[in-house]
């Protein structure tokens, strides 16, 4: 089946400018996940989604980022104002929550984001 | 909150030799300890993962163990295959925050023919 999709798959953006990004789960899946790797780096958690609503936002790194999640569905991480500090590779994640595979997490191949 | 530290940073093996990563966490609730391969310009893939109550997992060459006492976890590659060059991600989640994961720093992993 479909895997994770996100788009775009780059996007360069001049400093102070906005940017949405796009995150299709799988089907089915309820849980969903924001992270950011930075060139080299691990991955830093953002925030999740149950369903719809948000439990924990505590990754966001400042009031700039936002994410939503509607219908159960996509998702969108806004960032205003963007920093040169925010290039980073944007990663979603999905898994099922309930059942034997619960929490296997499922990424998409990122948004690359540079901010000029 | 979770902390979860991985070793080495780098590894070179030559082709046909064995691989060995390790995680520590810091977290006794941890209870999900996945495993993923990460190649250029993609997103990290699950390969391996291993639940609380179960010690060690084999898929192939591949293998997990887990010793929940010491709060580390290793994966395990047989046989390596250049194929196998990759960046490794450990993480580590709980059933109370709905499998968010604590992710290590990866181990950039060279198999050299």
């Known amino acids: 089946g479909a895997g994770v999709s996100q788009s775009p798959s780059n996007k360069v953006t001049e400093k102070g400018k906005d940017v949405e990004l796009r995150c299709d789960p799988i089907?089915?899946?309820?849980?969903l996940y924001w992270y950011r790797q930075s060139l080299g780096q691990g991955l830093e958690f953002l925030i999740y989604?149950?369903?719809?609503?948000?439990?924990?936002k505590s990754g966001l790194p400042s009031d700039r980022f936002s994410a939503e999640r509607t219908g159960g569905s996509v998702s969108t991480l806004t960032i205003q104002r963007t920093q040169q500090e925010d290039s980073a590779v944007y990663l979603c994640?999905?898994?099922?929550?309930?059942?034997?595979?619960?929490?296997?997490?499922?990424f998409g191949p990122g948004t690359r984001l540079t901010v000029t | 909150g979770e902390n979860v530290e991985q070793h080495p940073s780098t590894l070179s093996v030559q082709e046909g030799d064995s691989a060995v990563i390790k995680c520590t966490y810091s977290?006794?609730?941890?209870?999900?300890f996945p495993w993923y391969k990460q190649e250029l310009g993609k997103g990290p893939q699950l390969i391996i993962d291993?639940?609380?109550?179960?010690g060690e997992k084999k898929d192939q060459r591949i293998a997990v163990t887990l010793n929940k006492t010491a709060k580390h976890f290793s994966l395990h590659i047989t046989e390596t295959q250049p194929e196998d060059s990759a960046v490794y991600f450990c993480?580590?989640?709980?059933?109370?925050?709905?499998?968010?994961?604590?992710f290590g720093d990866g181990t950039t992993l060279t198999v050299k023919p």
């Open positions: 994640a999905s898994s099922l929550v309930g059942g034997r595979r619960t929490y296997e997490q499922y």
């Open positions: 993480a580590a989640s709980d059933n109370t925050n709905a499998g968010k994961s604590t």
């Open positions: 977290d006794s609730a941890s209870n999900y």
């Open positions: 989604f149950q369903g719809n609503s948000a439990p924990d």
């Open positions: 089907s089915g899946h309820t849980a």
């Open positions: 291993i639940r609380s109550n179960v």
